[in-house]
Structure formats: C-alpha cells, structure tokens
C-alpha cells in the first residue's frame, strides 16, 4: 500500500495542527494555527510547500502499490496543485484508490465525487459498522482484481 494520512496535532488539549502520516512511516505538517504564509483554512495556515514535498513519496505509477490510502482529500489538501494531480494520477491509474472525502468542499472535491468511476459511500456515527465491513468489502474486490 502507499498513501497518507493525517492526524490531529494537539497542545493543552486543543487542536492546533494536522499532521501528515505516510503509510511509510514518513511524517510532516500539513497545517498549524502559528505557521504563516498566504494559504488558510480557517485558523489554520497551510504548509503547501511542505505538503508538496511530503507527496514526492508517493508512488503511483504500473509498477505502483495493489492499493493507495489517502486520508483525506479534504479543503487544504485540494489547495495544492501537486495533490490535485496527484488524486487524478491516482483514478486514472492501475492501482484503486481509498481515499475519504468531505461532504462538501471545493470545485475539485465535487468534479472527483462526480466522476462515473468513483464510488462514494457515505459514513455516519450510527452505522459506522455497517459501512466498515461495505468499504471492507469492496477493497478486497478491488484489490483481487
């Protein structure tokens, strides 16, 4: 498998960041409410370039892994135009693709969503069980083929 995914940075109890996890054991800051520059969402400033440099790891090509995870393709993920194409890499590409998604969110969060090779299952508090063992499924589906 290859891919990432982030994790809440937190002091004193409070959220203060996200942190980026690689399923290869490499980590980086995605965003922190002290970091400067020009890209925020909400209270929290974005480390694009940092971000960018973290998914020169990611491999995706043929000869790329039987399954990419990423945890998430959310708003401050989609500021960058690396991971932009690096999600259509990903669709485009031989490996399936694991990936969770808000609701609602940017342009290129609902063009992904829209396309016809994407399968969107929706999760909630009460039937999160259910869900699990449904995305479970289809990842061995798409891993045998």
């Known amino acids: 498998m290859a891919g990432f995914y982030t994790e809440e940075i937190r002091k004193d109890g409070e959220r203060v960041g996200f942190a980026l996890i690689g399923l290869d054991g490499r980590r980086g800051i995605l965003s922190h409410v002290e970091a400067k520059g020009p890209h925020r969402v909400g209270r929290y400033g974005v480390d694009v370039p940092g971000f960018e440099s973290f998914l020169q790891g990611i491999q995706t090509g043929n000869t790329g892994p039987c399954l990419i995870v990423i945890d998430e393709i959310g708003k401050m993920e989609c500021i960058s135009g690396r991971f932009r194409s690096l999600i259509r890499e990903c669709l485009d590409g031989p490996s399936p693709l ?7 969110g940017t342009p290129a969060m609902e063009a992904i969503k829209a396309r016809p090779d994407v399968r969107l299952i929706t999760m909630a508090r009460g039937d999160r069980e259910i869900r699990y063992q449904e995305v479970l499924g289809e990842v061995r589906r798409l891993v045998r083929e």
């Open 98 to 104: 694991l990936a969770t998604i808000a609701l609602r």
